[in-house]
């Protein structure tokens, strides 16, 4: 039902336009409140690079994070990574994550980056804090934040946006009657916008989502998609349609589909359910993170890169580096 309202198919949007009137009232208030200087900003020692949406719901931005850590490493950037660990509850913060630490503790997105990039990822809901952490550990050249873009208390060098490109801003409204937690307009101010999927406009980076070999949860062990039948899929993310798509478009006609929440947490009797005898389960690379620990051996997970327009792409890499300098 809330696709259908923030797309505009349903006109039930209208009902909770007061709500989303107040939603923009506050948060334009504290913007200005900021940009005023009515309240502090907190700014790094080191560049910070905000990668963030205007929008609720799965756009791609935590493998773009990757995409862009991973890119920046092999040009000898030594990049840490911060995150406010949504869905995580550490005993203290700031958290500073290692291979013993938990989704549990620190969220999935940041285990996931962590895992994937082996840079130092520190975790924490005010991020200034995190990135505190990360400063002093040291042998750090530049900062990227997943998400955080409407944390304004964070001074930033660099804002990269990402945008679902099929669904772009759907009805255009704030929360809750529309997908929106700031309006188109922000992208004026923002250095560079990042495209996932669809048709980018002008001056938009075009992205699309590259699948990879299944992996097994329990044993590591790669597998093309094509190999597989029998199939249950899974996805605990912002927008699960995009991972059973991504299936279909690789060959994969599931046999069942099941939506869960984002950054929901799972029981091992639970994800054992979902399958009968001779059947697959097949999860998003966000899942796996949490499955691992109880993993059986018909659990596999499929990750994607995000694959960039290269000479936008390479663009981009250069003026964030300039940064660094």
Request: proline content about 6%; glycine content about 8%.
């Amino acid at each position: 039902m809330i696709e259908r309202i923030w797309s505009g198919r349903s006109r039930l949007y209208l009902l909770l336009l007061p709500a989303s009137w107040l939603y923009g009232l506050i948060s334009n208030g504290i913007r200005l409140s900021y940009q005023l200087g009515w309240r502090k900003v907190w700014r790094a020692s080191l560049p910070v690079v905000v990668v963030g949406n205007l929008t609720a719901g799965g756009n791609g931005k935590t493998p773009v994070v990757i995409w862009l850590v991973e890119a920046l490493q092999r040009q000898g950037v030594r990049v840490g990574v911060v995150s406010r660990g949504y869905g995580g509850k550490a005993a203290q913060y700031p958290l500073l994550l290692n291979p013993q630490t938990t989704t549990a503790e620190a969220g999935d997105e940041p285990v996931l980056i962590y895992q994937r990039t082996h840079a130092p990822v520190a975790v924490s809901p005010r991020r200034s804090d995190a990135v505190k952490a990360l400063q002093a550990a040291g042998n750090i050249d530049l900062i990227v934040t997943d998400d955080g873009l409407q944390h304004y208390a964070l001074a930033r060098d660099f804002e990269i946006v990402v945008i679902d490109g099929v669904r772009r801003f759907g009805n255009g409204w704030w929360l809750p009657a529309g997908p929106m937690r700031e309006r188109a307009a922000r992208l004026n101010r923002v250095d560079a916008v990042i495209v996932n999927g669809g048709t980018p406009c002008a001056n938009e980076i075009a992205m699309q989502l590259q699948p990879g070999d299944a992996i097994n949860l329990k044993t590591g062990a790669a597998k093309p998609l094509a190999a597989f039948d029998q199939v249950v899929a899974m996805a605990g993310i912002g927008h699960p349609p995009r991972f059973f798509t991504t299936l279909k478009q690789q060959g994969i006609t599931p046999l069942k589909e099941l939506s869960f929440a984002d950054h929901q947490a799972y029981s091992e009797a639970e994800l054992r359910a979902l399958t009968s005898a001779g059947q697959v389960l097949m999860m998003t690379e966000k899942d796996a993170v949490k499955c691992r620990a109880f993993a059986a051996d018909n659990w596999w997970y499929l990750p994607v890169d995000a694959g960039l327009s290269a000479a936008p792409a390479a663009e981009l890499l250069n003026r964030i580096k300039t940064l660094c300098h």
